[in-house]
């Protein structure tokens, strides 16, 4: 049977397993991921509507559940799947540092992060503890704010350093606007939580600011 009379649905399948995933559209994989269509609507139809009503991929696949399942053709189901897939994907690339691999470059912390931080709408201040081979003891997600900003408190970081046994840290955040772009704010929050944790012989290696797309590194940037 040739491509061109293959159901529309079934094409981006065939696609796939002929080429590679890589090969695909947005709306290919979205179409193979959502398996069928609506009403009146074929899968590829939905799919590229999806995208526009969304504004791509990231917008679907980031969506609040209501956001998710207000819209035709999607619902709890669908939702669910979405949930499930990125969580899945995210163990994929955690799975290096909870096997206790030690960090080897900025870019491992990158995909780490990203992976966990690059997906928020609010606002997420966190740090991965180390020990003094740089294996990761615990990432932990410390405080939470707005998309205006999260108040941090070097106190507790402090404190929460000192119960993990952590002979070093990196901390990260996300700024839900997307432009990874460091601020002043930025900068002198990490000089201060730097101090704090010299007084108890505790590094920071870096603070990593994670966009749409782009991580930051403080200290590639020396403003540590």
Request: hydrophobic content about 40%.
């Amino acid at each position: 049977m040739t491509d061109t009379i293959w159901p529309m649905d079934e094409r981006p399948r065939e696609r796939l397993l002929a080429h590679g995933a890589e090969s695909l559209s947005d709306a290919e994989l979205l179409a193979i991921f959502l398996r069928t269509g609506t009403s009146g609507m074929p899968v590829m139809e939905l799919s590229r509507f999806l995208l526009q009503e969304f504004s791509g991929l990231r917008g679907l696949l980031t969506a609040s559940r209501r956001q998710f399942c207000d819209v035709k053709g999607l619902g709890t189901a669908k939702y669910s799947q979405v949930q499930a897939a990125m969580e899945m994907a995210r163990r994929v690339m955690d799975e290096p540092l909870r096997q206790g691999d030690p960090l080897r470059s900025p870019e491992d912390t990158r995909r780490f992060l990203t992976s966990r931080l690059g997906t928020y709408p609010h606002e997420v201040f966190a740090g991965l503890f180390l020990d003094n081979r740089h294996r990761v003891i615990q990432y932990r997600e410390l405080f939470r704010g707005t998309i205006d900003g999260a108040a941090v408190y070097p106190r507790e970081v402090v404190r929460q350093a000192l119960e993990d046994n952590a002979a070093a840290v990196i901390f990260a955040h996300n700024h839900p606007s997307g432009v990874a772009e460091p601020s002043q704010a930025d900068i002198s929050l990490t000089r201060r939580l730097k101090e704090a944790l010299g007084l108890v012989d505790i590094r920071v290696l870096d603070h990593m600011v994670v966009g749409h797309g782009e991580v930051i590194s403080l200290a590639e940037r020396g403003l540590m």
